[in-house]
């Protein structure tokens, strides 16, 4: 049979089927198929967090610890942070993380962390005894107190709080008050003979009643315990200087900054101790890293003033000082710290008479007679303010006389003479401890 016009014939071969076309079809299709399954599913779709194995909230209290035995702070806070972020319902971890913040100098983030513990637990000895510890850093001793003894309230046998509580007191001010931290110092000793807190407590209460002999070996034994506290060399320091031993001194303040080189406290305290040896280049060098650390603390700006003023760069003096005195703003245009003068601080004395020193020693005498006066009137009894006091105003008057008052002329003009430069001579201010 045959259909005309067809394509269609009877007689006509079958095509062979092509076994690679379909072959390559099926894999395609069982890899679509695979894909489906296996692939996709494992991909992270967009706007859905991507699943990760959660670490152990533990393993970063381990890491926190270690880094912290390394003296290393900052790096050991970050480590406590992730573990809170993990279990943030361990009241122990704000803690801990509260506990190296204030060593680590954040003291304001330390009182935070503390609080934030007891907000899981109201009733936390030691969640209490490290905020107390962290407000007396900020010179809030009256609340620090407070805090310290509700902390030895709920644990009568909490040996760190027992510790901090010598600092407090001792921070007080109160001479009352040794006696009572002499008697926590040996509670804290009694519980916790060999922790780092409990040396570090009774080499504080040992240098604040002098026995600086044996507070340095209460700060050499804390020491022992963990050498990688920034604290701890400035401590011991402090308590070598006091002995007179200097390059002691030097070496453990130069031991902290190594361990905290943005804090000014070694260079500051380095700087002092230079300058108690008379050595003032060095003392200006340190003086200036001090104020790089922390360029509005009047503290440092003082300290670098009385320095510029002991290496007789006194316009310089001037300059620094009257920012500490007067206030205003640091090359960087930030307000810096203005201190008043009170009795019973030798430190801010010392700014105020070198500051009139200074303009003394550049026939500044209007306000240098003003800062004379001021001493004079407010801290009668600092027999060396009163000293440098009288001698401003002794070189002001050698001024009067080496350089006139300047005359009216006939017509209404001032007629004034040169300075001698043997006004500009003299004696340096009587160093301070």
């Known amino acids: 049979m045959y259909l ?35 692939i996709i599913p494992a991909q992270p779709q967009f706007g859905v967090p991507t699943p990760t194995a959660t670490r152990a909230p533990e393993s970063f209290i381990t890491e926190a610890e270690e880094l912290f035995k390394q003296g290393k702070l900052l790096q050991s806070i970050e480590a406590y942070k992730q573990a809170i972020a993990v279990s943030p319902e361990n009241a122990s971890y704000y803690i801990s993380l509260a506990r190296t ?16 513990a007891l907000l899981l637990n109201p009733d936390n000895s030691m969640a209490h005894a490290v905020r107390a510890w962290a407000l007396d850093f900020q010179e809030n001793n009256l609340e620090a107190q407070d805090a310290i003894k509700r902390a030895i309230e709920l644990d009568p046998q909490n040996p760190l709080a027992y ?20 008697e926590a110092s040996r509670k804290a000793q009694a519980l916790a003979p060999d922790t780092l807190e409990t040396h570090r407590a009774r080499g504080i209460i040992l240098e604040a009643t002098q026995n600086y002999e044996e507070a340095v070996r ?23 200087l006091n002995l007179g031993i200097s390059d002691q001194a030097v070496l453990e303040f130069t031991r902290a900054n190594a361990l905290n080189p943005s804090d ?10 230079y300058a108690g040896i008379g050595e003032f280049a060095k003392a200006l060098q340190f003086a200036e890293q001090a104020v790089t650390n922390d360029p509005v603390n009047a503290r440092y700006r003082g300290n670098l003033g009385v320095m510029y003023y002991r290496n007789l760069y006194w316009p310089e003096a001037v300059e620094e000082l009257g920012l500490v005195i007067n206030g205003g703003l640091n090359d960087k245009g930030q307000q810096v710290e203005v201190v008043n003068l009170v009795p019973g601080n030798s430190r801010i004395a010392e700014y105020y008479f070198t500051y009139g020193l200074a303009l003394a020693r550049l026939n500044q005498c209007g306000d240098a007679l003003q800062i004379a006066q001021m001493i004079l009137s407010r801290i009668p009894a600092d027999e060396l303010a009163v000293d440098n006091a009288n001698e ?35 004696e340096t201010p009587t160093p301070t401890p």
Not at 5 to 17: E, F, L, Y
């Open 264 to 273: 000014p406290l070694p260079d500051y305290y380095t700087s002092r101790t």
């Open 4 to 38: 005309k016009g067809s394509k269609w014939s009877m007689n006509r071969r079958r095509t062979r089927p092509n076994w690679f076309r379909i072959i390559l079809l099926s894999l395609l299709v069982l890899g679509g198929a695979y894909m489906d399954r296996f």
């Open 392 to 426: 401003i105003i002794n070189r002001c008057q050698q001024n009067l006389v080496e350089t006139p008052i300047p005359l009216q002329t006939p017509t209404g003009t001032e007629s004034v003479l040169t300075q001698s430069p043997d006004a500009l001579s003299g």
């Open 218 to 240: 209460e700060f050499e034994a804390a020491i022992t315990i963990n050498g990688n506290i920034p604290d701890l060399h400035l401590r011991l320091g402090l308590n070598y």
């Open 163 to 182: 510790a901090y509580y010598v600092e407090i007191l001792v921070d007080s001010g109160a001479f009352e008050d040794l006696d009572t931290a002499v």
């Open 101 to 116: 913040q204030v060593f680590a100098g954040q003291y304001l983030d330390a009182q935070t962390s503390a609080e934030d």
